[in-house]
């Protein structure tokens, strides 16, 4: 009605944007909240949301939620204040307790760790099956990991600069089962030398 058009005129489009972004980080939540109940866990993973791309959303929230606590940590321990990031409510104090309350998962450092033991042990199951560790790239799921690996391993020339993923213990690991980096032949000779 008018009276209401004009209540909604009086106020700054500024507090009308807050007030969306408060609205989308509640509706997020209790989707999240709906996700764990559905799923007895409060974190949507990556490969979910690829099956699932209704959970897209979902997913890119509990991501930003993430880098805003890495930001709010920060600032806890600098003492300054960093501009929020656009298009999303500032994570406060009570939003963290609500996330934490729920099992929300800040680091998934763990996570990734045991994924990368359970692909580690299922490459030791292949090679005592098919007596090599030369996975085809086909093979499901094992294949694209291996494939991951030497990619990394490239990308770092051999040299000690690690990933995460790929660390020097993990290396040693690997070429202790007898994994190889290198499965193609590469030439040594330039288009030049061959004409």
């Known amino acids: 009605t008018k009276v209401k058009a004009k209540a909604i005129n009086a106020v700054p489009a ?17 989707e999240l909240e709906e996700y764990k109940r559905t799923h007895g866990k409060a974190h949507v993973e990556s490969g979910e949301r690829r099956r699932h791309p209704e959970l897209a959303p979902l997913y890119h929230w509990c991501v930003t939620q993430r880098k805003c606590y890495v930001s709010l940590c920060h600032q806890a321990k600098t003492g300054t204040k960093e501009k929020k990031a656009v298009g999303y409510a500032s994570l406060t104090k009570s939003k963290v307790d609500r996330l934490n309350a729920v099992g929300f998962k800040w680091a998934l450092c763990d996570d990734k760790d045991a994924a990368w033991e359970k692909r580690y042990e299922q490459l ?25 690996l030497r990619k990394a391993y ?20 690997l070429e202790s089962i007898g994994f190889v980096w290198q499965t193609k032949f590469r030439s040594c000779f330039k288009k030049s030398d061959l004409t």
């Open 14 to 30: 500024e507090r009308h944007a807050i007030n969306f972004r408060e609205a989308t980080w509640e509706k997020r939540f209790r």
């Open 154 to 173: 490239r990308g770092t020339n051999g040299r000690s600069k690690r990933t995460r993923t790929l660390t020097d213990e993990r290396i040693a690991r």
């Open 124 to 148: 030791l199951e292949y090679k005592r099956v098919h007596g090599n560790c030369l996975v085809p790239f086909k093979y499901p799921g094992l294949g694209y990991w291996v494939n991951s």
